[in-house]
């Protein structure tokens, strides 16, 4: 790859070349499948729903005479890549149920036999794309926007979402109690799926459901759909989705679910004022569902032994990082308090549950213990959180609160508001109270078109600060454009959530055109491509921070993979040194460079699959070269093993002049016995921050939700002979008893 940075000439050339590959592209487009128009009542599919004649056996194989009679949903539609009416991998889904349980039965056919099969592992709350996956998506409420999907793959490894608006909100950590069973063969995979009423929220006497079945047959990246949707769009928007009928679910009932924990731990750690020792710890939640749309859930000595480790990164921005959150308690309903969210590559959060419980290294925080209210109809939504977390050394407490309610109108109209508290010492042993505010609003007009928007105030010692977002866009299978944005003062700083970097006006506008010329390849999809911008802006002032054009194409393969090239260039003017690193400073001033980079994906289904990618040019007022590689074999679905390694090459950096090199290596191990126990050891090595980190996890599902775990962690400084400073190891059970 040839850097477009040295040479203006070159940048031009990279620009023109994609802009002429756009030309092409849009001069032969192959002629498109119809449109997928929005069904109406008349015309949506109906599938009755049959009670259960005796007791159905999860065992993968539908046999009893209760599925043989069961009404058949079949002729399924291909929906992506392209929209086609027929599919060659058809599916037969029936739906019983009794009460205790709805049941799902799936017959996914194939002649290929079952070396046609792609299952990189056994994973739950694996990624849809990269393996074969049957979905249902039911809409219990009856109001085309909330929805639930259960999924499983043809190994029984199981998923569970709930969506919002059509996926504009979703949750993929939302687990619920349900039960699956598998079996392959010659002519295709059975899955067979039992989900108790209690795990469903569903409104009181609705007998018809909104439905639909979706099919991922991986080895030709096909996805297929009982009712067809826009390739846009997911079978979450329920408003193409199907009617399932002659329901008679029972009438929903209070409910009363614990899961408590016990714990042993060992500790050596050679930090300062750490704890050194063997401690035992008891703990758990108590969760009550009043009625089929409330949740009331208590928690005491909160723990998060088993939680998932973050991935480090090597920061080369002027942005806060952004951590996901991890932990499977503020995961769960985590939607009912987002006001906020990701704006094109900046991020207002005025709630980010991170900030309980967890320090700003990541280190974790004892938590005495809260409560967690959640209410869900089709058309009112409504949550709060209140925690406390306990006094650490002569730091004192801190109490953290949060409300939220939103209310649908119309259509596809919804208004939220939002208030948290934070009530405590800091860090420094100040004493500090953060009130936040917000107020969202969210609108569809017609399927294609969205428009979102928010404004947020934070008060800190009598200073208050506001933020407001908003995202426009609009979106057909073959055109997107949009514009998103954000303003933040100087005063922002909402100690219950994130901001990237305060005092910031952004304006980000995107563009993208799908073409499928006919000069392209049968093997080959279509390509993709567009103009981004973004911009980074003194609120006051208007003047420029910090901003980048780029010019980016996609050419996306039958099987999954891609090539996608890219050339962009960045205009850079700080006010203040900028410390990316330790001792490195860069001067303030204007650094405008150009860079160009290329991603290269295998297909992500086979037993072997990387990705590449690669950038270069010049950075701030030396150069970078980058190269990030990820790669996962996957002998079998039993074991896999994921590497993960970053390279930065800086030349002539700062005042300094600094040259230098950073790396990140990930590699990770996941041993699999089936899809409810599994061994996996993950370990960095990161030398910006001369750190290597170990976490070595037993996991063991006894019961549904119900769990064994066995943690090993190790933290060693890797530029100081791997000399270990942090050592533990964690037994927890933790069980699920419905009451």
Not at 299 to 304: E, G, L, V
Not at 361 to 371: E, F, M
Not at 622 to 647: I, K, M
Not at 721 to 731: D, F, H, Q
Request: one cysteine or more; hydrophobic letters at 40%.
């Amino acid at each position: 790859m040839t850097p477009c940075s040295k040479s203006r000439t070159l940048t031009r050339r990279c620009s023109v070349g994609l802009t002429i590959l756009a030309l092409l592209a849009a001069r032969s487009v192959r002629a498109q499948s119809a449109q997928v128009p929005e069904p109406t009542e008349a015309t949506r599919r109906h599938l009755v729903a049959r009670r259960a004649l005796a007791k159905i056996v999860i065992d993968g194989r539908l046999d009893e005479a209760s599925w043989q009679a069961a009404p058949v949903a079949g002729d399924f539609f291909q929906v992506r890549p392209d929209f086609n009416t027929t599919t060659k991998y058809p599916s037969e889904v029936r739906v019983l149920y009794d009460d205790e349980y709805l049941y799902v039965g799936a017959f996914n056919r194939d002649s290929a036999g079952l070396q046609s099969l792609r299952l990189p592992d056994l994973r739950r709350d694996f990624e849809p794309p990269e393996t074969d996956v049957f979905g249902v998506t039911f809409g219990p409420l009856g109001d085309h926007r909330t929805a639930l999907q259960f999924q499983v793959t043809p190994m029984g490894s199981q998923g569970d979402v709930q969506a919002f608006d059509g996926g504009d909100v979703s949750n993929f950590n939302w687990d619920a109690l349900w039960r699956v069973r598998t079996t392959r063969a010659d002519s295709g995979w059975i899955a067979e799926m039992a989900i108790p009423w209690q795990s469903l929220r569903y409104a009181p006497g609705l007998t018809s459901w909104d439905v639909n079945f979706v099919r991922n047959t991986r080895r030709v990246a096909q996805w297929s759909a009982w009712m067809p949707y826009p390739r846009q769009f997911s079978s979450w928007r329920l408003t193409f989705g199907g009617v399932l009928d002659s329901l008679a679910p029972p009438p929903p009932r209070a409910n009363v679910r614990i899961r408590p924990y016990a714990l042993g731990q060992r500790t050596t750690d050679r930090t300062r004022g750490a704890f050194n020792g063997t401690l035992g710890d008891v703990g758990g939640e108590v969760i009550w569902a009043p009625t089929a749309n409330s949740l009331l859930e208590a928690t005491a000595n909160t723990d998060f032994a088993q939680a998932d480790v973050d991935r480090q990164v090597v920061n080369l921005t002027r942005f806060s990082v952004f951590f996901p959150e991890r932990r499977q308690f503020f995961l769960e309903n985590a939607d009912l308090l987002s006001a906020g969210g990701l704006t094109g590559r900046y991020i207002v959060q005025p709630f980010f549950s991170r900030r309980i419980g967890l320090a700003d290294d990541g280190t974790l925080l004892p938590i005495d213990g809260g409560v967690r209210y959640a209410y869900r109809t089709g058309r009112t939504t409504a949550g709060a959180l209140a925690m406390r977390q306990a006094a650490i050394g002569d730091q004192g407490a801190t109490n953290f609160a949060v409300a939220r309610g939103s209310q649908f109108f119309g259509r596809a109209t919804r208004l939220g508001a939002t208030v948290a508290l934070r009530d405590g010492q800091t860090a420094d042993g100040l004493g500090t109270q953060n009130v936040v505010t917000a107020f969202d609003a969210f609108t569809r007009l017609g399927e294609q078109n969205q428009l979102s928007g928010m404004f947020s105030t934070s008060t800190v010692d009598g200073r208050t600060g506001i933020a407001a977002t908003y995202g426009l866009s609009h979106a057909t299978p073959d055109f997107a454009a949009g514009v998103t944005g954000a303003l933040v003062t100087r005063d922002y700083q909402p100690q219950t959530g994130f901001v990237s970097r305060p005092n910031v006006l952004m304006t980000g506008p995107f563009v993208s055109f799908t073409a499928q010329p006919r000069w392209l390849p049968k093997n080959v999809v279509w390509l993709r491509h567009g103009p981004t911008a973004i911009a980074y802006q003194d609120p006051t002032t208007f003047v420029l921070q910090e901003g980048q054009l780029a010019y980016s194409g996609e050419l996306l393969f039958r099987n999954g993979a891609s090539i996608a090239p890219s050339v962009e260039q960045n205009y850079q003017r700080p006010l203040a040194p900028v410390v990316l690193f330790p001792n490195v400073r860069i001067a303030p001033g204007t650094h405008d460079y150009a860079r160009v980079g290329l991603v290269l994906r295998s297909d992500q289904s086979a037993r072997f699959a990387a990705t590449g990618i690669v950038s270069a040019g010049d950075f701030f007022d030396g150069s970078l070269e980058r190269v990030e590689l990820s790669s996962r074999w996957s002998p079998s679905p039993y074991v896999v093993l994921r590497g993960a390694y970053e390279v930065n090459r800086l030349r002539s950096l700062g005042t300094r002049d600094s040259s230098f090199v950073t790396h990140l290596a990930g590699p990770e191990l996941r041993i699999f016995l089936n899809p409810r126990v599994q061994w996996s050891a993950f370990y960095q090595y990161n030398t910006a921050v001369e750190r290597g980190t170990l976490n070595a996890r037993f996991s063991w599902e006894f019961a549904p939700l119900s769990f064994l775990y066995v943690v090993y962690n190790d933290r060693q400084a890797v530029l100081n002979g791997n000399t270990p400073t942090a050592r533990s190891l964690i037994v927890k059970l933790s069980w699920l008893r419905q009451m």
